[in-house]
């Protein structure tokens, strides 16, 4: 009794000391984690019908910027390829008929009429025994039905040609439409474009397509960050976690939209986050999502609209302190500040929303299986990510963990890949035989 009393006097004056310095207590604690598995479900099921299916995130995009793109609909094509007759080969247009039966020691003779200049409407028509120059591309005129190349013909006094073997209808040209017919779909909702797919949009005239191009907004937030571009003065340190997610945004084919640095006051952080719900599909901002005095990011996620908080706090290493939330329909999330935790936390919860929209421009890489080369003790009770380097010997994969705080971003650099160890397990053992996941 004595005991504990005298425990709470000196925990109340402990108090009475730490207010008077201004400091609030490191009080709270991440309590119930929930695992990686946990986490994906609660996200999943609370996101919109849309999202989980990928389809959000929908604009016009210009096709010359959207390699790799998803389409969100169904292209009809809104025009004739080729929208002439036009000859494949270099030689005469002619009328198929006026060669039949003809050979090298019995000529055709067909009278030159014209010449089709590329890119003109030819202003003469052909009739019986007539022929004209024509080159590839060019539009054959009125009457021929067919091409003969220049090897099998002859000049023949002036103004004329032998033509040396009979030419079927239809040889060396090709008709209107043989290649799309108007109306006709030429690229099916859901495909990924590629050049050979804007090359086909471009010569029907199409000049926008609406793809999934999700746009997600990225705050770094804390007094101590300044921008990358500028120099630090004592105590700051650059932002890593900024410019960090929108290239891996821009990896799997998003838009990353810059919402740029914010100290840790709830007005300024409200503000930048209420500007990317309104402008992004989803919001991601790095930093306060522990449980200090600073860490503004989950009761302000709440306030912005609901649900809210959806997760807070996930048994996972690096990267336990994470919000998850979703505010009217729109995914947010609260990275851990760590730039090591804050990538791999992407790549878990966020990088399969982009993916789902098709976004991506590459699937997630396959795992490699390799030979684990020395042992690796983990914590049980949370799933752990291990950066390791990959060599290959004697046609096997080996996998080397890089030791060292997960917070040092150079541990990553250096790595291949990551290895996963399960919640449960209290380590890996040298050959023990692991999936590694490329880092990419
Ligand atoms: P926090 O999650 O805000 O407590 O931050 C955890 C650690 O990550 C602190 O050492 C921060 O200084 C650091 N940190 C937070 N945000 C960034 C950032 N954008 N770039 C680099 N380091 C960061
Ligand atoms: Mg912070």
Known sequence: MADSQSAHLSASKDAVTLAANHITPMSRELRHLKTLDEARKILWEALPARVREGRFGVRPVEIAEALGLVLDEEIPSPTDLPPFDRSLMDGYALRAQDTFGASEGLPAYLKLVGEVQMGDTPAFALSHNQAARIATGGML????????????????????????????????????????????????????????????????????????????????????????????????????????????????????????????????????????????????????????????????????????????????????????????????????????????????????????????????????????????????????????????????????PLLGPSALISTLVKADGLVCIPAEAEGLYAGDSVDVEPLE
Request: one cysteine or more; hydrophobic letters at 40%.
């Open 141 to 400: 005129p009125e009457g021929a039905d067919a091409v003969v190349m220049v090897e099998y013909t002859q000049p023949w006094g002036d103004d004329s040609i032998e033509v040396l073997r009979p030419v079927a209808p239809g040889d060396h040209v090709v008709r209107r439409a043989d290649d799309v017919r108007e109306g006709q779909a030429i690229l099916p909702a859901g495909h990924r474009l590629r050049p050979q797919d804007i090359s086909a949009l471009a010569g029907l005239g199409v000049t926008t397509v609406p793809v999934r191009l999700p746009r997600v907004a990225v705050l770094s937030t804390g007094p101590e960050i300044v921008p990358h571009t500028d120099p630090v003065s004592p105590g700051k340190i650059r932002d890593m976690n900024g410019p960090a997610l929108r290239a891996a945004i821009r990896s799997l084919g998003a838009e990353p939209l810059n919402l740029g640095l914010v100290t840790d006051e709830e007005e300024p952080l409200r503000d930048a986050l209420r500007r990317g719900l309104a402008e992004a599909d989803i919001v991601l901002a790095s930093g306060g999502t522990s449980v200090g005095a600073a860490d503004l990011m989950p009761d302000i996620i709440s306030s912005l609209g609901t649900p809210g908080v959806l997760v807070h706090g996930v048994a996972v290493k690096p990267g336990k302190p994470v919000v998850i939330g979703l505010v009217d329909e729109t995914p947010i999330f609260g990275l851990p500040g760590h730039p090591t935790s804050c990538l791999l936390i992407f790549r878990e919860l966020v990088a399969p929303l982009l993916r789902a929209a098709g976004g991506a421009r590459a699937a997630r890489p396959r795992p490699v299986r390799a030979l684990l080369s020395r042992n690796y003790p983990s914590q049980a009770g949370r799933e752990e990510f291990v950066p390791v380097r990959l060599e290959e010997r004697e046609g096997e994969w080996h996998a080397t």
